[in-house]
Structure formats: C-alpha cells, structure tokens
C-alpha cells in the first residue's frame, strides 16, 4: 500500500467562481446529487424543478433540454426519455390501464404497433386501428373504454397526411386524449397544441439530433395535471437520458430549423423529379398532390420532412426494386432519419399491413444534405439496372 491520502482529490476544496456563462449550457452528469444538508434533503421535491435530488431525476443539462423543447413544440412540460420508442411507451403506461383500449392509426409507427399488440395486451389493453384519413370512422370507433387515441402526420412510410383537426374534434368529443407522435413535424411544420391535441411525443433522435448518432424521446404536454401523471410513470419505471446525449442535442437544437427546411428543399426537388421518371408509377409526399392527405398537409403545415416514398412501376418484381437499391452509392440502407446521409429503405406494403392500396414495391428516401445534383446523379445511375 502506498501511504497517499487520496481523500483531498475526493473532497477537493476549490469551487469554481458562480456565473460561467456560454451559448451551451455544461455536460453535467450526476447519479448523487449533493444536499447541503439533512433538512434539505428531508425537503427538496423531485417532482419540481426548484432543485436537484437524484440524477435520475434532472440535471442542469436535462433540465435546460427539457425547458427547449417544451418551447419548441409549443407546450410548457416536458419530460426526456432514451428513445423515441420509450417516449410512445411511457405515455401508453401512464394514460392506460387494464379494461383500457386505445386507437391508432392503421398507418402507425411499426413498433408502437408491436407494443399494442404484445405487451400492452398482456396488461388488458386493447387496441383497435382506425382509418386516419376517415375522421368519421375514428368517431364511431370511440367507445365508453377508449381512453387514448394516437395520432401520427405525415403516417409512417407511406406519408398520408390526416385531418388532424377532425380527428382531434371525434376524440374531444368524446373526452378522449390524444397523443400525437410529432417526429415528422419536428415542432417546425405545424403546431400540434394549437389544435387541440393534449400529448406531443418526439423521436428526438430525428431532426433535434440530426446526427445519427443519439437516441433520444421526448414527451411534452401543455396541461399540468396531465404531466403530472407522465411524470410519476416516467419516474416509476426509471427513465433517464445521459448528459452526454442531452448536450448532444442541445448543441444541434439551434440548426433545427436550418437543417428542416434544408432537407425539406432537397427532398421536394428530388420527389417532383422522380415523379417525372417512367419506372415510377407514384410518389409519395404530402407537398405533392399525387399523396393521400396533400389538402391537409397544405391547410396545417408550413413545411415538410425531407421524407417520401415513390412505388415502383408494377412491372418491376420486389427483387428487381432491391438490386435498384443495392446499386446507390450516396444513398445508404438503414433506418432513421433526418441525419446528413441519406437513407433508403424498400418496404413491401402488402406483406407489412396487407394493403391493397398499395400494391408493387415502395422504397423510402430520407434526404440528408448532401446536393440535390450529387444525389439525383446516384439514383439516376441506380435506376439503370432497372433496364
Ligand atoms: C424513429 C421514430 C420513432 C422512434 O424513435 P427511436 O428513438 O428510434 O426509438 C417513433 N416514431 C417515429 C415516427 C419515428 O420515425
């Protein structure tokens, strides 16, 4: 054993002067948090933001990332949660119990889909989809058990945009929540809370990061009571975020819309210009015309997603449609969105949701930033092997 007393480096003396100020704030990072003393610990609430008592529970970092994203979608809470996926769950747990049935929209995010189905059910929550561009359907659905209805604009791959408007009114009317999942607005494309809609969760790991390197969900609300429920469940079942990832997104968050409209300018071009090509037989984009919803999309919102799906000509076997995207080079395959590389993925509709709408093979593009130039070059070389 050495004799050095390693108790000074542990109980360091110094404190940094108070009031650093910079454009981020600092990465602090904390499971213990320090009490001055026993009455302060006895006394400090974790529910409010007055104080620290646990990492768990709030650090300057989540707390300043918390106050921005409130202010971005327009509400005045906001809780953080490490994915976009664990956002869509804790708002199912905390609104839904055993006897409960909520709605979604059959175009719904495939994996909160997979939690209704599996776990939510295994609780005695049952669910039931409705036609998101049929706001009448969705009124007659509403029965004495339904308890929450999810709404998502544009849908998941195969972009319709809803009435938001109506479908918020059936289920007001009915005094059901609503809970939008706003990933594709990003809080830039319209105003989810203007509407009416009481719930907004976000993939934070979308446009707020930007990076394609954080995971990230966020659940805002603009009612205190209501946030008061998401919190106990969000503290019941131990969500938390790292500082790292937190400082992550708070150092993109001031580009947010900067990089929006970018991507939202590139994928325009680039879907109006697929329009144009023979071995496209549809282009999926809610600020086309040739899209379920585009009346909507243009009464609601002031831009767009640098998102959208084309299906090929019916001529065109799914294998055929694979080697097409096999062949880009710019264009990675994966998953996600909103990051600077652009994505495609090829999503056979029939075999995903036994749609006959939507027959053929569709791949979709999420346009990154790269140039509208340099990206039209690679699928028009891609496009060759379709012969
Ligand atoms: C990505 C995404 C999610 C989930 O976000 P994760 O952080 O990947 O869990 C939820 N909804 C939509 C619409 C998404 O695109």
Request: hydrophobic share 45%; proline share 5%; aromatic share 8%.
């Amino acid at each position: 054993m050495n004799d050095f007393d390693p108790t000074p480096l542990i109980h360091h003396p110094y404190r940094a002067p108070q009031g650093f100020e910079a454009p981020q704030v600092g990465v602090y990072k904390a499971s213990t948090v320090m009490f001055e003393n026993v009455a302060a610990l006895r006394t400090r609430d974790w529910r409010n933001k007055a104080g620290y008592t646990y990492g768990l529970h709030g650090t300057p970092t989540t707390f300043t990332l918390e106050e921005r994203i409130a202010t971005l979608e327009g509400g005045s809470e906001c809780l953080l949660v490490p994915s976009g996926l664990a956002a869509i769950a804790v708002v199912n747990l905390a609104l839904l119990g055993q006897g409960d049935e909520v709605l979604l929209p059959d175009n719904v995010y495939g994996p909160s889909r997979e939690l209704a189905r599996t776990d939510l059910a295994r609780y005695g929550i049952t669910h039931r989809f409705y036609d998101p561009q049929d706001a009448a359907s969705l009124a007659a659905m509403i029965g004495s058990h339904t308890k929450l209805v999810w709404l998502e604009a544009a849908g998941s791959v195969t972009m319709e945009f809803p009435d938001l408007r109506a479908l918020v009114q059936a289920a007001r009317a009915r005094g059901v929540t609503t809970a939008l999942d706003n990933t594709w607005g990003a809080g830039i494309a319209f105003r989810p809370f203007d509407l009416g809609i009481d719930v907004v969760m976000q993939a934070l790991t979308k446009f707020p990061s930007g990076g394609g390197d954080v995971l990230m969900g966020s659940v805002t609300t603009r009612d205190a009571a209501l946030h008061e429920r998401l919190k106990l469940a969000h503290m019941h079942l131990g969500y938390g975020v790292a500082a790292n990832d937190a400082e992550l997104v708070l150092r993109s968050l001031p580009s947010l819309a900067l990089r929006y409209h970018a991507h939202d300018a590139a994928a325009r071009e680039l879907a109006t210009w697929l329009a144009t090509r023979p071995e496209i037989s549809r282009v999926l984009h809610p600020a086309l015309d040739s899209c379920p919803g585009h009346a909507h999309w243009k009464a609601e919102c002031t831009a767009a997603a640098g998102l959208f799906a084309v299906m090929f000509d019916a001529r065109f076997a799914s294998a055929q449609v694979d080697t097409f995207v096999d062949a880009l080079n710019l264009f990675k395959i994966g998953y996600s969105w909103a990051g600077p590389v652009s994505l495609a993925v090829p999503y056979d509709l029939q075999a995903m949701r036994g749609d006959k709408a939507y027959p053929g093979t569709l791949v979709r593009f999420a346009i990154g930033l790269e140039s509208v130039a340099a990206l039209k070059a690679d699928l028009t070389q891609a496009l060759k092997v379709l012969g």
